[in-house]
């Protein structure tokens, strides 16, 4: 690749990062506005169970598509727009279309039979207005479907904008309809504002594929290409695991409609604050460490392949264990100051403040055990991560059945993550066997450096926290909360200073980077006349 190409990859890539970051901050903004006008109640259950239905289906088939096919047919992507050599990939997006389509007739049809599936417990009104919502938003899967596939398609032709506005458009959509007509129309108008977002973006990937639609894609049959054949020997894997990664939440939403009203909600709500970290850093670590350990495997060169899980471990500890302190020890006024208004009151937030503690303290289990999987998929093992993440469903389902009667939705979240260290646990002996190298020793001293270091920064979050108190002397709980937050600010310096005098290659590393990048800048400015 040259400059140009090295130049237009780095744009793209800023570009994609951009979009990325504004689809999550739009998500947090709309679980805030959500909560605003509707707060944690049986509506809010009724929606997110009405919304994970349309939702499943496509989720799995992304995956599938992008992972077992595309690959496949990247020959044809690049080589040809002639219909005919296209005959693999349109047999597939024929076929998964027509799926979606008896999908969103049966989600039209037999709403009520779904919904008693997935949420066996909630009372008769809200299992009514589940129902309505669920037909809303039967269409969704087309739609989703559609995007799965085009989506998949764009990555492939590097065409990465259109694929990754998906957050953007559907968050901008719900927030909007329901700042707009919520008022007027109720929890439906948050179902159709939801259609609306993931029909926007179906018409922007079409427009966004309108040559290749055009010139290649046609309704096809042909079973028995081998495009179409070949990668369907991946297919029994890769679904078993799809399935077993939608099924824990599931699981969770069938223990929580039993709850009172709202425990749906809560559980929906703590999900998204506790996993931000996971979205945030969990992605791009992984992203940027599965091609180096794909290479190293298939170079032969187990070294550096250690090296570079173990590095990767490394990173995520960096940036989990404070994630966790933080979450565990500011949990409560986060989401007093990002939720707590309108309809969401005082008991909503400390119900929802315990289930995201529950939850992010899974967050580093979360973490090794993806990236572990990871590893397995790199390794091409793919079964050891399947078996292994339905063993880890069959361990959540027991330990919420244990936990859910006397701790409630609290005792659910806390099952995920103990599910979580059981697996994060498991999956690093396995390593340390295959790869033949000594993982947990190795992370033990960067466990205890990160540890301390957290340590000090929660101190020092404290002090600066109650500085800003004394500072501003805020009359009312909102403006208390954002002064203790506020603490979290210096606290990050103070985390990094600390890297820094304990030399952890990691912050060292950050920080050389940094001064490398602010010298080159400023000897840049020096040059100009």
């Not at 992972?67 to 693999?88: C, E, K």
């Not at 639609?213 to 054949?229: C, K, N, Q, T, V």
Request: positive net charge; proline residues 4%.
């Amino acid at each position: 690749m040259g400059v140009t190409g090295n130049r237009e990859a780095t744009i793209s890539a800023v570009v994609v990062s951009g979009v990325s970051l504004a689809g999550r901050a739009l998500g947090l903004v709309k679980t805030m506005v959500i909560a605003w006008v509707f707060g944690a109640t049986n509506l809010v259950d009724a929606f997110f169970v009405a919304y994970m239905l349309p939702t499943i289906l496509p989720m799995i088939a992304k995956s599938m598509i992008a992972t077992a096919f595309i690959p496949r047919f990247m020959r044809s992507l690049r080589s040809s727009s002639d219909p005919g050599s296209w005959q693999g990939a349109n047999t597939l997006f024929t076929s998964a279309l027509g799926i979606f389509a008896i999908a969103t007739v049966a989600l039209a049809v037999f709403p009520e039979l779904l919904v008693k599936m997935v949420a066996p417990g909630l009372a008769r009104e809200t299992f009514a207005t589940a129902v309505a919502l669920t037909r809303v938003m039967s269409i969704a899967t087309i739609f989703l479907g559609v995007n799965a596939i085009l989506s998949a398609v764009a990555y492939a032709r590097h065409r990465f904008v259109y694929a990754s506005l998906d957050a953007v458009l559907t968050n901008s959509f719900i927030i909007l309809g329901t700042l707009v007509f919520a008022p007027h129309y109720g929890i439906v108008a948050l179902g159709w504002s939801v259609v609306a977002g993931f029909m926007a973006q179906s018409i922007l990937l079409i427009a966004g594929s309108r040559d290749l639609l055009a010139a290649a894609i046609r309704p096809a049959l042909a079973f028995g290409h081998e495009d179409f054949r070949a990668p369907l020997r991946h297919i029994f894997p890769l679904t078993v695991g799809a399935i077993g990664a939608v099924a824990t939440g599931l699981v969770d939403q069938i223990f929580a409609s039993f709850l009172d009203a709202g425990s749906i909600a809560v559980l929906g709500y703590a999900t998204m604050l506790a996993l931000l970290p996971m979205e945030i850093f969990g992605q791009p670590i992984r992203t940027t460490f599965y091609p180096l350990l794909s290479r190293h495997h298939a170079d032969g060169n187990y070294d550096a392949m250690r090296d570079s899980h173990v590095r990767g471990l490394r990173v995520y500890i960096l940036v989990m264990l404070p994630a966790i302190a933080i979450l565990v020890m500011y949990g409560e006024p986060a989401v007093a100051v990002l939720l707590e208004r309108g309809s969401f009151d005082a008991q909503m937030t400390q119900k929802t403040a315990w289930v995201v503690v529950a939850l992010s303290l899974g967050l580093l289990s979360r973490a090794f055990a993806w990236f572990n999987f990871g590893v397995f998929h790199a390794l091409v093992q793919p079964w050891v991560p399947v078996v292994l993440g339905l063993v880890e469903v069959a361990i959540n389902i027991v330990l919420t059945w244990a936990l859910v009667g006397p701790f409630g939705v609290f005792g659910i979240a806390l099952a995920s993550s103990l599910a979580l260290t059981v697996t994060a646990v498991v999956t690093t002996v396995l390593l340390t066997r295959r790869l033949e190298y000594p993982i947990a020793s190795l992370l033990v001293k960067p466990f205890l450096k990160v540890a301390g270091m957290t340590a000090v920064a929660l101190l020092a979050a404290h002090v600066f926290g109650w500085l800003a108190l004394l500072a501003f002397a805020p009359g009312d709980a909102w403006w208390r909360n954002v002064c203790l937050l506020m603490g979290l600010v210096p606290a990050a310096v103070v985390f990094f200073g600390s890297g820094w005098v304990l030399r952890l290659n990691e912050v060292s590393s950050l920080m050389s980077y940094v001064r490398r990048k602010i010298g080159g800048d400023a000897a840049i400015e020096a040059s100009r006349p």
